[in-house]
Structure formats: C-alpha cells, structure tokens
C-alpha cells in the first residue's frame, strides 16, 4: 500500500480524494500497488463528510511520517503551497500539483529539488485542466522540433467568447453568467485580462525551451475590450474570436503571446467553445497535433493529478528527469511576428485614405454601425502594423487575425 495526502480540500482536492476512492482498483492495478489517502491538509471543518476522519490542519505530521510518498499540493496560491512542496520534496516526498501560479514562478527551482532528493515534481493539471499536454510534450513528442504551441487555455472566457459569438450576448451580460456558473471569480481579472492563459503559455513555452520563459515577459491582452459588434465584423470573415496564448520559435528568434484572434473554421482551434480548451502543437516531423477537453473543472483537473500520482508512486526514488532550467530565456518582441489585422474605424473611408497608409487593405462591404467601417490590412510585421496604426487619427481598434 502507498499512502497519499492531500493538500487543500477545495473543488480540486476533494476532486482527487473522490477519484482516488471511486477508481480505486483500477488505479491500484495500474501502480501494482493499493493507494491509501492518510491524510487531506485543509483548515476548515468538514463534518460528516466521507474523508472526514482524514482530515488534518497538522503539515508537520505529514511531512514528518515516513509512510507518505507522494503528496498532492491542490492549495492553489503561492503562500504557503511554495514552503509546503519545497518541504516535502526536501523530505524525498514527490508532489503532484495542479497549481499553475506555483509552477510558473518557481518550477525550475522546485524540480531541482526533486532531482537532488530522488523525488518528483509533476504538474499535469496546471495547464489545460483535465487534458494530458505535459506528458505528451516531455514523453511522446520527444522526436519533434516543436516550433509552434497555441493554444485556447482559458475555460471561462472560452465560454463567454463562445456565448457572444453565438447568442450576440453583451460582455457584461455573459461576464454576469460565467460568475452565476461559477466558471469565473468575483474578481475576473485573472481569467479575461489573460493572466491566467499567460501562466499556462509560461509553463508550456519553458517545457519546449527548457528554460525558464518568465510570465511577466509574455504580451497579454485579454477579451475585457471585446464587444458583440467585434463578433459581427468577425462573421462578415467567418470567423470567430479566440483568446489564444501562442509560443513560436522561427529560426533563432523565440516568441510567445497571449492576445484574442479572429480564426476560421481551418484552424482546429475553431471547433473549441465553450467551457473546453484545446492546444495546438506543431512539430517539424509530426505536423499539427491537437489536445482537446476539459480545461478546468473538479474532476477533469483531479484526474490530471491523479495521473501524477499513478506515475510518482509507479517511480518511487527516481528523480524527476523534466527538463527546465533555471536559465531565464529572454523572448523576441512580438513586432516581429506576421499578422493581418482587422481595423474598425470611425467615419467614412472616402475621407480617411487609409488606403493609402495600409496600400493593399481590403474594406469590408457591409456597414455593421452607422458611422464605422473596418479594413483588414494584408500580412504584415506587428511593429510595421503599430507604426501605421498610430497614424489613423480615426481608428477605433484593431484585432488580429490569425
Ligand atoms: N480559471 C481557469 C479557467 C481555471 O477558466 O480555465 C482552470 O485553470
């Protein structure tokens, strides 16, 4: 039997107590061994609940018994998740986490002290929730150069994107529903300003460099200025809009993004609404391969750690062989990449001669509000876009697409 505790009795750990305990055999077969949870960390009470009896607000009597091997971190946060996991894997206690703040500021730290204890640091559920993508990045793409990751990483605002694309419904409005669903916080900003698909890029963009890609490096631009008339100037281009978090490497120079896009049905990620994600990897060999499911969510994300702890109990005393350095990698600007653009403006084209800033732009031949038109500019470098962009003194606001 391998003991187990859990850290944190929220959605994703009372997620992993009751995935442990429903698929209980067939987790144990896959080990070869029966997993035992010994004890949940949490400083509430929980009466009558079924783990009642395992729960504990004591972390040293966790840390200090032998018998736990393999420890689940589902606090979320960074204080006091950030002493718990150092602890523990200190200890030789390998940690299973789905918390994406965490990963993002001190992964490179915490797997080093994994490999220096014989333990692991595993952290499948801190991007796209219940979908495998780590795995599959650091064990079965391993013959590729990976030269583009993209990827729709964020369930709430997947959702309110896909409600105003289909039902025309006002940002407010289904900003309004996704807190009454409880897909987004009372705060939101994490999710729709972007932060949060910013993390999950950092993660994914550091896995494929193996070096540390710094969150706070990463442009990101959120869906809080999208309207329901941004929606309606995208079905005049069939397509939709996407916040997307993107890395790209083209020859030498390194990118990453996060920003919404206007995608046509071509792009796989189209087909992703609601409260799914979907992830995008381009390989030199292998082409487009697509991840697609559950982002967020008790279960799906439980399952992801679940996933962790089979392969930690499967390799006890091995150290964690992900690759991710503590190196900071410094990211090219953005002004290099090739987009066209969508351009909404006030007035009538007549009198603004944009053409003659964006020669080769195609006006849109349909007026969506009285007093606008819009433009898409041909394939053109951000920074050239920007430069130009500045100069219409009529412009309301651009979108890229993709
Ligand atoms: N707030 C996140 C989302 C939760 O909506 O995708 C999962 O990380």
């Not at 953005?334 to 066209?340: A, G, M, N, V, Y």
Request: proline content about 3%; hydrophobic content about 40%.
């Amino acid at each position: 039997m391998i003991n187990v505790a859990i850290l944190g009795y929220g959605t994703v750990g009372g997620g992993v107590a009751d995935v442990l305990f429903e698929n209980a055999a067939t987790i144990g077969s896959r080990v070869g061994e029966e997993l035992n949870v010994k004890y949940i960390l949490d400083i509430r009470e929980f009466p009558g609940d079924r783990f009642e009896a395992k729960i504990t607000k004591d972390f040293n009597a966790i840390l200090a018994d032998p018998e736990i091997k393999v420890v689940c971190e589902t606090m979320g946060g960074l204080k006091p998740a950030y002493d718990f996991t150092k602890a523990l894997l200190e200890a030789g206690k390998s940690v299973c986490t789905s918390n994406k703040e965490l990963v993002a500021a001190h992964g490179p730290e915490l797997i080093q002290i994994a490999k220096d204890h014989n333990c692991m640091y595993l952290f499948e559920a801190s991007v796209g929730g219940g979908i495998p993508i780590i795995r599959p990045l650091l064990d079965c793409l391993t013959a590729e150069e990976i030269d583009e990751i993209t990827g729709i990483l964020n369930g709430t605002t997947n959702y309110m994107l896909t409600r105003m694309d289909r039902e025309g419904c006002d940002y407010d409005d289904v900003l309004k529903q996704a807190q009454e669903k409880g897909y987004a916080e009372r705060n939101p900003e994490a999710d729709v300003e972007g932060y949060d698909a910013c993390r999950k890029i950092a993660i994914l963009a550091s896995l494929k460099y193996q070096k540390t890609v710094n969150y706070e490096q990463i442009y990101t631009e959120g869906i809080s200025k999208i309207t329901k008339e941004d929606f309606d100037y995208a079905g005049l281009l069939n397509r939709s809009i996407k916040l997307l978090g993107m890395c790209k490497e083209i020859g030498e120079k390194k990118y990453a993004m996060v920003a919404p896009f206007l995608l046509d049905e071509e792009n796989p990620l189209y087909a992703v609404n609601g409260v799914f994600n979907g992830i995008l990897v381009h390989g030199n060999m292998v082409d487009n391969v697509m991840f697609y499911g559950r982002g967020a969510g008790k279960l799906p994300t439980a399952s992801a750690v679940v996933s962790d702890v089979v392969e930690a109990a499967k390799n006890q005393g091995v150290a964690s062989s992900v690759i991710w350095s503590a190196e900071k990698l410094t990211l090219n600007s953005k002004d290099d990449l090739e987009f066209k653009y969508l351009v909404r403006m006030k007035g009538n084209p007549a009198a603004s001669g944009f053409e003659k800033i964006f020669e080769d732009a195609k006006e849109l031949d349909a007026e969506i509000i009285a007093g606008e038109y819009a433009f898409v500019t041909p394939v053109m470098k951000e920074g050239d876009f920007l430069e130009k962009y500045a100069s219409l003194p009529d412009a309301i606001k651009f979108i890229r697409v993709k």
